[in-house]
């Protein structure tokens, strides 16, 4: 089983005749996924691998059930791609647009939120369910998405898009497969958190075990322990937290926009400790992953 996406899972790609979207549609075809068309205003007509372009959401999805939509366009016009993709009816919004500003991000979940949408992202490389789908940028080229990731009981959550792939490669490493792997984004403000994910995970009876991938700064760590000592979630979660050293380093920063420490609340050794009291196993080390989750999963 997975979430948010399966073998049956239709979407389009935002964007679709950018550099990089190119890349991510070849990767996405060549591991099976079903991109069943492609969104650039003034390109209708052609194609990207055989993938058919529109000028419009609309255009798409008057031609075939569209499921998802990829935004891959730059800053300046992704909220409005995210926006047109809403209104034309599609459910799921993969985000993979970064420096979008926080306003129109904000504006865009609540409407998201009106209109029964579920945003992943913004700043992510979207969502794989392994050998089945994946959405996204995920994983990079299929051969090697099809060597980090395998089928198996461990959802995965990360506010990083390569570290999704890491943590994934090493519990297939270790025998233990993913049912499915989720780049939140690095924002400060994004679609859907950890504590928002966890109850997709909780209804999806196969899977059995949760790791996430956190960094400093943020509310995201104190909702998801919240979450779990109030829902009594059935499933063990282990984390892994970055970017430690930054408590000793006030003012340096880390990569993603949303390493934003504003006070002791956004430190690691807080998050961490927060994560224990939940009953959140917290790994020192990415290698160690694999052998809390055997332990909890016993």
Known sequence: MSILIDENTTFIIQGITGREAVNMTRECLNYG??????????????????????????????????????VAVPPAFAADAALEAIEAGIKLIVIVTER??????AQLIEFADM???????????????PEKSKMGGIGGPAED???AYMPGPVGIMSRSGGMTTEIASTLTAAGLGQSTAVSI???????????DLIPLFEADENTKAIVI??????????????????????????????????????????????????GRADTTEEKIRRLNEAGIAVAEDISDIPRLVKERLK
Request: proline share 7%; with cysteine.
């Open 115 to 129: 209109h029964g949408a579920r945003i992943i992202g913004p700043n992510c490389l979207g969502i794989i369910t």
């Open 185 to 195: 984004g690095g924002d400060a403000i994004i679609g859907n958190t950890y504590a």
């Open 213 to 262: 991938y956190s960094e400093p700064g943020g509310p995201m760590d104190a909702q998801l322990a919240t979450y779990l000592k109030e829902k009594k979630s059935r499933l063990p979660v282990v984390a892994f937290m970055a970017g430690r050293f930054m408590d000793a380093m006030p003012g340096m920063r880390f990569g993603h926009a949303g390493t934003i420490v504003e």
């Open 33 to 70: 996924s079903k991109i069943v068309g492609g969104v650039t205003p003034g390109r209708k007509g052609r194609d990207v691998y055989g993938v058919p372009v529109y000028d419009t959401v609309s255009q798409a999805t008057a031609q075939t059930r569209v499921d998802g939509a990829v």
């Open 145 to 147: 998405t099809r060597k």
């Open 100 to 105: 979008i500003p926080r306003k129109e991000v």
